[in-house]
């Protein structure tokens, strides 16, 4: 999976080591999901043995939290709007620059939809608040709110699948021209 790094560098500060773990999972399981995602090839990636990886996020389950708190932060602090469409089109550019963590999202949340994954509770709360956040920004309408995020989902997926013919943003530009004129 990629030349691992040399485990005899200098030590990182725990905050940046743990950030480096997050990007290099992230990838990983962007690229392989999280069934293909081994401890060692994350621990190659960040130069560190498996016992040391551990150390930083105590288990497989504990790394995989990690890299979804991390962007869900990552979400709330770079995000706020006070329209659902003003937050949508700023949600839809800045996915539209990181296609790798969207495609870690759809990733695993597609996986996650066996009841015995490991973030399938996490997948079921984040579905849940984002459907009670966008319906408070739609004014109370939750079928709106639904609608908007089936819509948001399944653009990433086309974009995902063709990037070179799907133009994430202006795709979702003219969904949210008929999805907001009522």
């Avoid at 995020?149 to 202006?170: E, F, S, Y």
Wanted: aromatic share 6%; glycine share 6%.
């Amino acid at each position: 999976m990629g030349q691992p790094f040399r485990r005899d560098r200098a030590r990182l500060p725990a905050a940046e080591r743990r950030k480096q773990i997050v990007e290099v999972t992230s990838r990983l399981i962007a690229e392989y999901g999280f069934w293909g995602l081994s401890m060692q090839d994350v621990a190659d990636g960040c130069g560190l043995t498996v016992p040391g990886l551990l150390h930083h996020v105590g288990s497989k389950e504990g790394l995989l939290i990690a890299v979804l708190d991390e962007r869900d932060k990552s979400d709330m602090s770079e995000l706020k709007a006070e329209k659902l469409q003003d937050l949508c089109a700023a949600l839809v550019r800045r996915n539209a620059r990181q296609p790798e963590i969207v495609r870690l999202f759809a990733v695993l949340e597609a996986e996650s939809l066996a009841p015995d994954h490991p973030v399938h509770d996490y997948f079921r709360t984040r579905e849940k608040r984002a459907i009670d956040s966008f319906t408070e920004l739609a004014g109370g309408d939750e079928a709106l709110a639904r609608q908007v995020i089936a819509m948001m989902d399944g653009l990433q997926i086309q974009w995902l699948r063709n990037p070179v013919k799907v133009d994430l943003v202006k795709a979702w530009d003219d969904a949210a021209d008929r999805l907001f004129s009522k």
